[in-house]
């Protein structure tokens, strides 16, 4: 009993190190503009892929980059994805959230489609780091142990950045309220890049360590965008603080139900969490923290 207990409370801390990393995304890029971006799935799932040719041997024969390089390589090429993603769409449309809204939903199916047709649907399994390790007496694999770590790694300086620079205090006067911060002097258009290039940044972060922990498929995307989305409306859409706290409590829930139910019924307590948190917190469990004018 109290080994199954262990287990279910490191796996659970890991896969929602990496449910965190997806939804802190999600919720800043609605934060600071309102908009409810579905190709932040597509990224989780490129930046498995981006991952897998970059280190693939052939790669290496041509360039001759160290190994060492691909793992920040590939997050750099989604927040770079991201990035032009918002410069070059989005930017154009966010004025508009439905069709932006849309526009986003076309971008991830394309992207799954292209996938699809170069890698087909069967699943490329990987792993970033090999081998096992034992945590009180849990056999864990250095890939989910390497994935916990570096996602919180990431969320540390992310909250540094957001607290204790003007970058990350610009951003988080956007969010809280776009007219306010224009009139401090906030350049808007500034603050909107830099928050969709670090959410791209977190999202291939956390594909490529879910497509190590589960394989690479061209629709891997869907389960944690669609955990990604009852995360923020749980903790409050907006709040960082409310998606971390709330990814634990999906992820442990998920979990548990995994393990004293199976696979089937995944994801049916955390639907169940979300209609109680709408029922009795509409707003979530820690509001709304920011407002898009």
């Known amino acids: 009993m109290l080994d199954s207990l262990l287990s279910i409370l490191i796996t659970g801390a890991m896969i929602s190190a990496l449910y965190a990393l997806i939804a802190i995304g999600f919720t800043m890029i609605f934060g600071v503009g309102g908009v409810l971006n579905l190709a932040h799935g597509a990224l989780i799932m490129a930046g498995a892929y981006v991952f897998v040719i ?8 041509s360039v001759a980059l160290p190994r060492l390089l691909v793992f920040p390589l590939a997050v750099g090429v989604i927040g770079l994805a991201s ?13 508009d959230p439905v069709i932006t ?48 770590v570096l996602s919180w790694i990431a969320i540390g300086l992310l909250w540094y950045y957001i607290t ?28 909107r890049t830099r928050t969709w290039l670090i959410a791209g940044g977190l999202a291939g972060l956390a594909g490529i360590f879910l497509g190590g922990d589960q ?9 944690p965008l669609a955990l990604a989305f009852i995360i923020v409306v749980i903790g409050g859409i907006g709040s960082i603080k409310g ?7 999906i992820g442990y829930t998920e979990t548990l139900t995994v393990s004293m139910l199976g696979q089937s019924f995944r ?27």
């Not at 204790?164 to 500034?190: F, K, N, P």
């Open 54 to 61: 970059l280190n693939r041997d052939v790669i290496w024969e």
């Open 83 to 95: 990035y032009g993603l918002y410069a070059g769409l989005v930017r154009y449309i966010e004025d």
């Open 101 to 148: 809204f849309l526009a986003t939903v076309v971008v991830a199916t394309m992207t799954t489609e292209i996938a699809l047709g170069i890698f087909g649907d069967q699943p490329y399994a990987y792993t970033v780091v090999r081998g096992q390790a034992s945590i009180a007496g849990t056999s864990v694999s250095y890939n989910d142990l390497a994935g916990f």
């Open 164 to 191: 204790q620079t003007d970058g990350g205090r610009s951003i988080l006067a956007a969010s809280m309220s776009e007219r306010g911060a224009q009139l401090t002097g906030v350049d808007l258009h500034s603050v």
């Open 215 to 223: 394989a690479a498929t061209p629709l891997m995307w869907l389960n």
């Open 243 to 249: 998606s971390i706290i709330a990814a634990y409590l």
């Open 267 to 293: 994801g049916i307590l955390s639907l169940v969490i979300l209609l109680v948190v709408l029922f009795l917190l509409p707003q979530g469990l820690y509001g709304r923290e920011y407002v898009h004018e």
